[in-house]
């Protein structure tokens, strides 16, 4: 499976964007980059995915570089609820989904 | 939220003794997995299900077997539990594009 390097964590204030990369250099044209975050005490929950193409949905924006090598996922406004650790994690849309989780990326955020 | 529920949420046991963790969904999801998150790590893959009675072996299935006799429940065997099975287990099932979890069940093993 292909693997994603994300930072360790990061910091951002309440209600400023936040941008989250991720590297995937290794990518095959059949993946697809999906985001998941975990909030404490609780499972993953999907946040948005995307193949080539730049994508929005109501949580986030998903940027993807033309090269798909790279991938950042943006929170527009950060609110508290949104401090949880985000994983960058390539997979497929048919068949199983074997999900492969690095450690991800904790995100803080400061009142 | 695809109506996911795990059973038990906590459990302490003993080593060497059998446990057997349930995963419930409602919306008829084909794919379901089982997942262990150790402190300070992401998620795992343990076994996973493509259908009743389908089921093939993940990254970490030493120790573990599962059993799924109808759609909705995924059963988790720990046919003698270790102290190295102490984790948090999460089942997932999947939609179209994603995954929805489960809340996840702490177990302990003494």
């Known amino acids: 499976d292909a693997k994603t390097t994300q930072p360790n964590s990061m910091e951002s204030n309440e209600e400023e964007p936040v941008h989250l990369p991720c590297n995937h250099s290794?990518?095959?044209?059949?993946?697809?980059i999906h985001w998941y975050r975990q909030l404490p005490s609780q499972g993953p929950e999907y946040v948005i995915h995307?193949?080539?193409s730049n994508v929005n949905n109501r949580m986030a924006s998903l940027a993807i570089a033309e090269d798909r090598k790279s991938s950042t996922l943006i929170l527009h406004r950060a609110t508290l609820r949104d401090a949880a650790v985000y994983y960058c994690?390539?997979?497929?849309?048919?068949?199983?989904?074997?999900?492969?989780f690095g450690q991800g990326t904790r995100l803080t955020i400061n009142p | 939220d695809a109506g996911i529920t795990q059973s038990p949420r906590h459990k302490v046991t003993e080593t060497g003794t059998p446990v057997t963790l349930r995963c419930h969904q409602t919306?008829?999801?084909?794919?379901m997995y089982w997942y262990r998150q150790d402190p300070g790590h992401g998620l795992r893959l343990i076994h996973y299900?493509?259908?009743?009675?389908?089921?093939d072996k993940g990254e970490v299935s030493d120790g573990y077997s599962v059993s799924r006799s109808k759609t909705e429940d995924f059963l988790l065997t720990l046919e003698s539990a270790t102290s190295s099975q102490t984790s948090v287990y999460f089942c997932?099932?999947?939609?179209?594009?994603?995954?929805?979890f489960g809340p996840g069940t702490r177990l302990t093993v003494t």
């Open positions: 290794t990518i095959s044209g059949t993946d697809y």
């Open positions: 919306e008829n999801h084909r794919y």
């Open positions: 997932a099932t999947q939609g179209t594009y994603e995954q929805y």
């Open positions: 994690i390539l997979t497929t849309i048919q068949g199983a989904q074997k999900l492969v």
């Open positions: 995307g193949l080539t």
């Open positions: 299900s493509y259908g009743v009675k389908d089921t």
